[in-house]
């Protein structure tokens, strides 16, 4: 049987407009042995919405002039590792976002309580209360919220006015509920046709999107059923985190030249390790899930940010960080592992076997309780 990796060879090359998008993105694949170039479109703002899109893998991104935006090393992807989805003939009304990250959910005003999306893929649904085709998608709405409330947050979201979003009798709407007045959200989406609807994975990649009700390319149970397996991130793995795998297995000595405030007493405790570096965005995003963990865990679990970066400027990161920081400007542990991805991490148990690996995106105050009721 034939198997398929894709190579980020040297680079993911863009090509860069005046206007900050790159337009094209070459891929070269490895196909049992044979290359092949491909140029994919899709229209991407930053060398960072790049290195996100692609789940924080290290290439190097060039202008037209092939000037280095950002350089490491070479990372082999598979199928599985770098899903891509497909709008086939459905016909949009809307801008696409399809395997793009999406636009920061912002509202005007929450109708609901605000929800805790930590871990779940996300069902957003533009809509408007005098629009029958998005009264008519809302039982299914409700249905999709109630069926897979473990794994998926869903929610409405529309440019009217709360006293008409209130005024709406029927049908009830039984998930999160918001509206932006004034398009600052809903306008990024140039939305030209109600109802509109994107599902975004648990990274806030889009994965999904188009009217939930259009004939032919309903969006169904098992549509999302087949989505949420495919991009559950939540058990982590040696193949989204481009690292040898130490799963259920000792973890690596972790010998660090620099620490602050001081190396820290471990002995029956569970150790959070995050590999991260000063100029990584994806790594400054973690800080603030990090911090929060450092509280509500603290006597049982000790977090430690481990750089190559020197504690000196590592102290100067913005958002603060509030856990133990390791350096080794050798990086010994990385070449140890062949780490080359940030934020990655492992949870470690007392006996120092690891319980998690992957990226730090991927990790939930939920699978960490699991973890240390489990192996405590």
Same mark, same amino acid.
């Given at each position: 049987m034939k198997t398929t990796k894709f190579l980020l060879a040297a680079c993911i090359l863009a090509g860069f407009s005046s206007s900050g998008i790159a337009q094209n993105v070459e891929v070269k694949t490895d196909t049992v042995g044979k290359q092949v170039r491909?140029?994919?479109k899709m229209e991407v703002k930053s060398a960072e919405d790049l290195l996100k899109l692609f789940g924080g893998?290290?290439?190097?991104?060039?202008?037209d002039n092939g000037n280095a935006k950002k350089q490491s090393k070479v990372a082999t992807l598979s199928p599985e590792e770098r899903p891509m989805e497909s709008n086939g003939d459905k016909k949009l009304y809307a801008k696409s976002y399809l395997n793009r990250a999406a636009p920061e959910l912002v509202v005007e005003k929450w109708l609901t309580d605000v929800p805790d999306t930590e871990g779940k893929l996300v069902l957003i649904d533009f809509w408007g209360p005098s629009c029958s085709p998005c009264r008519k998608s809302i039982p299914d709405l409700n249905k999709f919220s109630?069926?897979?409330k473990d794994k998926l947050v869903v929610i409405g979201v529309s440019l009217n006015k709360e006293e008409h979003i209130r005024a709406m009798k029927e049908p009830v709407i039984e998930y999160y509920s918001a509206i932006d007045t004034k398009k600052e959200y809903i306008g990024k989406f140039e939305i030209k046709g109600y109802p509109h609807a994107i !599902?975004? *994975?648990?990274?806030?990649?889009?994965?999904?999107?188009?009217?939930p009700v259009q004939s032919g390319h309903e969006l169904t149970a098992e549509v999302l059923e087949h989505l949420i397996t495919k991009y559950d991130y939540e058990d982590g793995g040696v193949?989204?985190?481009y690292s040898k795998s130490y799963l259920n297995e000792k973890a690596p000595e972790l010998s660090m030249r620099e620490w602050f405030p001081k190396e820290p007493d471990l002995k029956g405790k569970f150790v959070l390790r995050d590999f991260f570096s000063f100029h990584c965005g994806p790594c400054r995003k973690a800080i603030p899930k990090l911090n929060k963990w450092n509280k509500e865990f603290a006597g049982e679990l000790v977090i430690i940010g481990c750089a190559k970066d020197g504690i000196a400027?590592?102290?100067?990161?913005?958002p603060k960080i509030e856990y133990t920081l390791a350096s080794d400007p050798q990086g010994k542990i990385w070449q140890e592992m062949?780490?080359?991805?940030?934020?990655?991490?492992? !949870?470690? *148990?007392?006996?120092g076997i690891v319980r998690w690996e992957g990226l730090c995106i991927d990790l939930t105050t939920k699978k960490i309780k699991e973890i240390i009721a489990k192996y405590k």
């Open positions: 491909k140029t994919v893998a290290n290439v190097k991104v060039s202008n109630k069926q897979f !599902l975004l *994975d648990t990274r806030g990649i889009v994965r999904w999107e188009g009217n193949h989204r985190s400027r590592l102290r100067t990161i913005e062949d780490l080359h991805v940030l934020s990655y991490v492992q !949870l470690i *148990d007392p006996k």
